[in-house]
Structure formats: structure tokens, C-alpha cells
């Protein structure tokens, strides 16, 4: 069975940083695209970036330049990097596993605000 647990998420201020981490166990990890979607309230879930098997990375618009998304095949780990963040930044972040089913974790909240 795939698990997907996401950690890192919290309460920074406008300009500040933080590190999301999504740990994956039940998958063949190395073969499948990775990403880190975001949903705000009363929105619908977007793509915040991808990365592929060979390493491929896409981007938002809105977090190119700031948001560095990375993965480590030994440890079946995807890792999103956030910097310069906005309050627009708000949102509960999932990570997802492009495997026949599409699979997802429960989501961690960030929240930027002063």
C-alpha cells in the first residue's frame, strides 16, 4: 500500500522560509513523477511543481525563482524548498505520486502571515 506523509509545514512571516518534505514508502518511487500541489481555501488544488523520474523539474508561474522542488531516489523522499514567501503562499500543501492511481498524502498547512 503507498503512503505519502508530508512534513515541514507551519507558520512563518512574509519573506521567510520553509522546507516541506514528503516521505514515500509501497512505491517503485524512482519510476514515477513527484509534485507538490496547494489548495487555499474555497480554491481549487494547483500545481506548485513536478519533477520528473530523470530529474525534469516545472514550476508555477507564481513560485518561479522562489520554490526549489528536489527528490532523492535512495530514500524516497521529495522535498520542496520555499523562499520569499507571501501571504498568497497560504495554503495546505500535498504531496502526489504520479502512479497508476494517483496517489496522495493528507497535506500540511502553511501559513505566512506577519
Known amino acids: 500500500q503507498v503512503q505519502l506523509v508530508e512534513s515541514g509545514g507551519g507558520l512563518v512571516q512574509p519573506g521567510g522560509s520553509l522546507r516541506l518534505s514528503c516521505a514515500v514508502s509501497?512505491?517503485?518511487?524512482?519510476?514515477?513523477?513527484m509534485g507538490w500541489y496547494r489548495q487555499a481555501p474555497g480554491k481549487q488544488r494547483d500545481m506548485v511543481a513536478t519533477?520528473?523520474?530523470?530529474?525534469?523539474?516545472n514550476y508555477a508561474d507564481s513560485v518561479k525563482g522562489r520554490f526549489t522542488i528536489s527528490r532523492n531516489n535512495a530514500k524516497n523522499t521529495v522535498d520542496l524548498e520555499m523562499n520569499s514567501l507571501k501571504p498568497e503562499d497560504t495554503a495546505v500543501y500535498y504531496c502526489?505520486?504520479?502512479?497508476?492511481?494517483?496517489?496522495w498524502g493528507q497535506g500540511t498547512q502553511v501559513t505566512v502571515s506577519s
Open positions: 502526489y505520486q504520479q502512479d497508476s492511481r494517483g496517489s
Open positions: 509501497g512505491s517503485r518511487f524512482g519510476f514515477y513523477l
Open positions: 519533477i520528473s523520474s530523470l530529474g525534469i523539474k
